[in-house]
């Protein structure tokens, strides 16, 4: 009885062990099979693509940086005054579509936001080692060099391309523009200039690899890899073309004292002069008879007010057409790197700021004119992959961080519009921002819609549900706005000095008036459509026309009614 008593207490051991053995079997796996598929989530996205690869930009997200919850259906918002009026018991003042579409935008942040939280880490040394520096590559490596964003060697123009960037675009790009040497920093950052850096680097510290193109070595972290771009520039397009005749202006009292460069040259041309400020990296070629000046607009040298060109001889093309108290503009391929510094703010902001807008009002271009005024980057409600990829690294950071002079923001809800402490609201002609919105939806930030999406069903369908939105927009934001500033796009367009000082003094950034002129000459950025692409025919119905019209008139009772300026005259029906 005993023997068997032991062999049975014997075999329950054995089970108890080998249960346990199971379980920890068991649970081991799962550990495994959860962490593998949490780093396959994190490296491929909600889509399926690495992290780690260009900046992708699907879509339907590559418009506004979210899906198309703008295209539910919305009610259209009642015309009168009385849109202002609190809304009844259990009605939503703004449209229902607006309010239903916020859990889907915050959910499509956080995804957008989280995955591309990291940045590309830099390669491993010894893959360094099988990078190549010339293949496909038609400029001279001039090796590696220190590079410091806040006292840049390489002065001229910068570019960046956070998805394509390569090493022949940043040249060719820099040969373009009559510069020497092209240098590429942190994989997607381009800089032009004609003097080589001084401070060399040791060559395993250019260690990025392109964004656009793997197996090549765009700089590293502070580490610029430069290239020698002169036998490009001969293949390049004539300067000529990339030079703009600004105009006829009277010549400044001391000309010397004025500008920074200068060159008397016997039958000089226009190519002279150009290359000449070119090489001397200086936006501007002055001429005047055989004198040949550079330099930047300036207080003394505004260049706001022309001449009739009949005072410079009638031709913009010779040294014989300027003398005595006037002088020719031009505008050289070189950028005006005055304004080009940005970077985020060093302590949080303790006023929250918006810049609101319909869609297809401007807002991304008075973020670059914001940007370049104040020096600090604009954030984002949203996230937008090709803004992101052109620069605008506000994008990125989280929209509540206060790291950023100001928020981008088309949302229109009570909720939304109280989170801001102030805000500015950019209006724009609903005529311009429907049409402006319709090419951005269906052709991306700089194409345009075709005539067979013009023509379709969806036009009409867009306007009926759009112009409500642009109508709400502007009421909600009078309504629950805390502290305003409103600007019109063409004011803002027409008057740019006076109206970015508004903006940049609303923002409580004091700026120099030489960094405000270096924005007008910047002023278009990367975002503006090439030209109007004129249409063979007329986009708005009767119908359509008869209701926008009905909104712009309740839209400007209802700015008069909060003591802003009314719309302006060209706004008023057509």
């Not at 073309?241 to 400044?252: D, E, K, L, S």
């Not at 150009?274 to 008879?289: D, N, Q, T």
């Not at 025919?537 to 700015?559: C, G, S």
């Amino acid at each position: 009885m005993a023997k068997a008593f032991f062999r049975l207490q014997k075999f329950l051991r054995r089970i108890q062990f080998l249960l346990f053995f199971l379980t920890a079997a068991y649970l081991m796996a799962g550990s495994l099979l959860l962490l593998q598929r949490t780093r396959l989530v994190l490296q491929q996205g909600p889509h399926g693509t690495p992290s780690n690869q260009a900046l992708p930009v699907p879509e339907e997200m590559s418009r506004v940086g979210m899906a198309e919850p703008r295209s539910l259906q919305k009610p259209r918002l009642p015309v009168g005054t009385d849109a202002l009026q609190e809304p009844a018991l259990g009605q939503q003042h703004s449209p229902r579509w607006l309010v239903s579409r916020n859990s889907e935008l915050r959910q499509l942040r956080r995804r957008w936001f989280h995955r591309f939280s990291s940045d590309q880490e830099p390669l491993q040394t010894a893959g360094f080692k099988a990078m190549k520096h010339t293949a496909e590559h038609k400029g001279t490596y001039m090796g590696c060099f220190t590079h410091d964003s806040r006292e840049r060697t390489l002065k001229g123009a910068v570019f960046y391309d956070l998805r394509k960037m390569t090493v022949g675009h940043c040249q060719e790009a820099c040969a373009e523009r009559a510069y020497s040497y092209a240098g590429l920093a942190f994989g997607a950052e381009c800089y032009c200039g004609n003097t080589l850096p001084a401070a060399a680097a040791k060559a395993e510290e250019c260690s990025s690899e392109c964004k656009g193109e793997k197996g090549s070595v765009c700089g590293g972290l502070n580490r610029l890899s430069v290239y020698s771009v002169e036998q490009l520039r001969a293949g390049a397009r004539p300067l000529r073309r990339n030079v703009i005749y600004r105009g006829c202006f009277r010549a400044p009292e001391n000309l010397t004292d004025t500008f920074s460069a200068s060159l008397i040259q016997p039958n000089l041309t226009v190519e002279m002069c150009s290359e000449f400020c070119s090489k001397k990296e200086f936006p501007l070629a002055v001429i005047r008879g055989q004198e040949c000046y550079c330099g930047y607009p300036t207080g003394r040298f505004s260049l706001r007010e022309g001449t009739d060109g009949r005072r410079c001889g009638g031709s913009h093309n010779a040294s014989s057409a300027a003398g005595g108290g006037y002088c020719l503009v031009y505008q050289t391929p070189v950028q005006d790197t005055r304004c080009t510094d940005r970077k985020f703010l060093t302590t949080k902001s303790k006023v929250f700021v918006a810049l609101s807008s319909f869609p297809g009002a401007g807002n991304t271009w008075a973020r670059h004119l914001i940007e370049h005024a104040t020096g600090y980057y604009t954030g984002s409600y949203y996230f937008d992959g090709a803004l992101y990829n052109k620069g605008f690294k506000g994008e990125k950071d989280h929209w509540r961080s206060r790291r950023t002079i100001c928020v981008k923001t088309h949302e229109s809800g009570k909720t939304e519009i109280e989170m801001f402490d102030s805000a500015i609201l950019l209006i724009r002609n609903p005529y311009k921002s429907l049409m402006a919105e319709f090419n951005r939806k269906y052709a991306g930030h700089l194409g345009y819609a075709t005539d067979r999406n013009w023509k379709s069903k969806e036009w009409p369908d867009f306007v009926n549900s759009y112009a409500s939105w642009w109508a709400s927009h502007v009421l909600e934001w009078l309504k629950y706005g805390k502290r305003l500033l409103v600007v019109h796009y063409e004011d803002l367009k027409q008057s740019l000095i006076p109206k970015l000082k508004e903006m940049v003094e609303f923002l409580n950034v004091t700026v120099t008036e030489d960094r405000l002129l270096c924005v007008e000459n910047n002023r278009d950025g990367n975002f503006k459509r090439s030209g109007a692409k004129q249409k063979n025919f007329e986009p708005f119905t009767q119908e359509m026309k008869d209701l926008i019209n009905r909104y712009i008139l309740t839209v400007d009772e209802a700015l008069k009614g909060r003591n802003f300026s009314g719309l302006p005259r060209e706004y008023v029906p057509r």
